[in-house]
């Protein structure tokens, strides 16, 4: 059964840093395409970063470029997106996603990903 448990979300000031796991379990993350995606209060999902399983390709949305990376350890089976100089319009719920196995190049966006997390929340005070 395919699993994915975020953690890590919480409490900064803008400016600070957040460091968001995501733990697979189930599968081998190898030879899935991982995405890390948002939602805001009244607005839609967004695809904030995603990573393909086939050559590491990453995607990021331009209102995060520079600030946020993702990146896989596979002998942890995980997945993680560390955000640095947060926003307060970071603030959102923040879901892991996987599709696989595919070595096809993640789309990031949702009706891409079949497998999702519980999400973890991240707020960013002013």
């Known amino acids: 059964q395919v699993q994915l448990v975020e953690s890590g979300g919480g409490l900064v000031h803008t400016g600070g840093s957040l460091r968001l796991s995501c733990a697979a379990s189930?599968?081998?993350?190898?030879?899935?395409?991982i995405g890390w995606f948002r939602q805001a209060p009244g607005k839609e999902r967004e695809g904030v970063s995603c990573?393909?399983?086939?050559?590491?390709?990453?995607y990021y949305a331009e209102s995060v470029k520079g600030r946020f990376t993702i990146s896989r350890d596979n002998a942890k089976n995980t997945v993680y997106l560390q955000m640095n100089s947060l926003k307060p319009e970071d603030t959102a719920i923040y879901y892991c996603?996987?599709?696989?196995?595919?070595?096809?190049?993640?789309?990031?966006?949702?009706?891409?990903?079949?497998?999702w997390g519980q999400g973890t929340q991240v707020t960013v005070s002013s």
């Open positions: 996603a996987a599709q696989g196995p595919t070595t096809v190049q993640a789309m990031c966006v949702r009706p891409f990903f079949g497998y």
């Open positions: 189930g599968f081998t993350l190898d030879y899935y395409a």
């Open positions: 990573i393909s399983s086939s050559d590491g390709t990453t």
